[in-house]
């Protein structure tokens, strides 16, 4: 039975507050979790897994501000996966036309389609919707008379087709839909729009974005761009974090951004969670005297460098979903209460990217790489304390990792190949909100909320907003594949 998962997907002339509705399956057999797997040391899926396929594959963004061959040339196999899920879900064909594929990740492939029945339904996630009101003045004849126009056809509509590959857990499914719907209506959060479900195939259907791939664009943003990208993004992680969720995996590939029209949408839930969902306290949400006295026996015992032959002290679980390189310090130490926070390390990782001009700008294979990468940056010293803040212990005698770590304004001179040359003024106020965004400790981190005021992105706030109305452009119509 192909079941509607109703979200936005109203009538037009029925609009009522519905809520949240999913048919439940009897429970599946099938039990790969990723969160669950994420607190296994050994985890069968590794989270890394998709980070590794966002950056590998070939064209994992469409855009259409680089007309790639590959939209008008797409592969057999495409074209057949495509076939195959207009055939899946009964009456598809006559709601959508599949047009070409526009990612593919460790969890989901996304086609990009047009709305068929736009007009038959509720269309308020729609930012564009209004450009379509505008019409032309009707044009005079040399006599001065109104001459008719032949009737404007509506610009097609497009959505993005989320096939949530079946491997996935249904509760995994289920909790990506669900915090979408609570999201609903939160500004630069990419909206639900609805979903389907035929058998195990689960598809969700969201407003199509236009989007440039982040590795054209971010080594040229000038700082009032790169201001514009971080309110967009910003504005986005203080809505989340406002209802309590924590996105888990903030990387380019999951904030799609015009930079045309300054404007982007976080998407990607697949990994989000509610704040205290893990439940289990950590020493770090303790007073400073609280934890120290909790941790006196740790520190009395000293490091003695080197692993316990025989280790019999019962390993530590936590959540790690998430992308390597974007990784919170604590959730490398294994917090097990993290907050909203590590979102927004995970942004100051990608403005550490733009600033640097390189991409990926942490490189690690695995956490302990990860661990060693950062410490490079903040020496010794902070990430001893930062380990203690969760009750661990950090020791190193890598030469290379400082006593007390280098600046940010170092680091950044230092990869754009320039250690001498000074950086801008405008530049060292995106550096001070870089270091608040990247603070190690993450109650001392900014939160999005109290980011929106920084100076930094407060820039560029008075000046006229730039052109470019980011709608939906008629260039699309020549990458559409027949299917
Ligand atoms: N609404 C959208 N509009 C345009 N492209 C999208 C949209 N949603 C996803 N994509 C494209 O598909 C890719 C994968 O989508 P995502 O939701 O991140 O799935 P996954 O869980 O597989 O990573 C994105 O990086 C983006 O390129
Ligand atoms: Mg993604």
């Not at 064209?59 to 259409?64: F, G, H, N, T």
């Not at 339904?121 to 008379?145: F, Q």
Request: proline fraction near 6%; hydrophobic fraction near 35%; include cysteine.
């Amino acid at each position: 039975m192909a079941a509607q998962i109703s979200s936005h997907r109203r009538p037009a002339d029925s609009f009522t507050t519905t809520s949240f509705r999913i048919h439940e399956d009897a429970p599946s057999t099938e039990d790969t979790e990723m969160n669950e797997s994420a607190l296994n040391d050994d985890p069968d899926v590794d989270p890394d897994a998709e980070a590794d396929a966002n950056m590998l594959e070939d064209d994992p963004q469409d855009s259409d501000y680089s007309d790639s061959d590959d939209d008008t040339t797409a592969s057999t196999h495409v074209l057949q996966d495509m076939e195959r899920l207009q055939n899946c879900l009964p009456e598809f064909r006559s709601k959508y036309r599949l047009i070409k594929r526009i990612g593919e990740g460790t969890f989901s492939t996304v086609y990009k389609a047009e709305d068929l029945q736009y007009d038959r339904y509720d269309n308020s996630w729609d930012l564009d919707r209004d450009a379509e009101k505008w019409a032309p003045p009707p044009i005079k004849g040399s006599d001065g008379d109104v001459q008719s126009q032949p009737p404007r056809r509506r610009r097609p509509k497009y959505v993005a087709v989320k096939k949530i590959y079946v491997t996935s857990s249904p509760s995994r499914i289920h909790n990506e839909l669900e915090l979408l719907h609570v999201l609903r209506g939160c500004k630069s959060v990419c909206p639900l729009i609805t979903a389907f479900r035929w058998t195990d195939q689960v598809v969700a259907v969201l407003p199509y974005f236009r989007h440039a791939d982040f590795r054209d664009y971010f080594r040229n943003l000038t700082v009032p761009q790169m201001a514009a990208y971080f309110r967009s993004l910003f504005t986005a992680l203080a809505s989340v974090h406002k209802h309590r969720i924590l996105h888990r995996d903030i990387k380019p590939t999951n904030f799609l951004y015009d930079p045309v029209a300054c404007r982007g949408v976080l998407v990607d839930f697949g990994l989000a969670e509610r704040e205290g969902y893990d439940g289990k306290p950590c020493v770090c949400h303790d007073d400073p005297a609280t934890r120290m006295a909790k941790l006196r026996p740790l520190i009395a015992g000293g490091a003695k460098g080197g692993y316990p032959r025989e280790d019999t002290r019962p390993s530590r679980r936590a959540n790690r979903a998430g992308t390597r390189g974007f990784r919170a310090p604590e959730v490398l130490f294994k917090c097990t209460e993290q907050t909203p926070k590590i979102d927004v390390w995970s942004a100051g990782v990608i403005l550490l990217t733009i600033l640097s001009r390189r991409f990926p700008f942490f490189n690690s294979v695995d956490d302990v790489e990860a661990m060693i990468e950062i410490a490079t940056i903040f020496g010794q010293r902070r990430m001893h304390s930062t380990a203690l803040l969760h009750g661990c212990m950090f020791e190193t005698n890598i030469p290379t990792i400082g006593r007390s770590g280098f600046s940010f304004e170092a680091i950044i001179q230092w990869s754009r190949d320039q250690p001498k040359a000074k950086l801008p003024e405008e530049e060292k106020v995106a550096v001070e909100f870089l270091s608040r965004c990247m603070e190690l400790d993450p109650a001392r981190r900014i939160s999005a909320e109290e980011a929106l005021q920084h100076e930094f992105l407060r820039i560029g706030l008075d000046e006229p907003a730039q052109a470019g109305s980011g709608g939906s452009n008629d260039e699309d119509e020549m990458d559409i594949l027949k299917v």
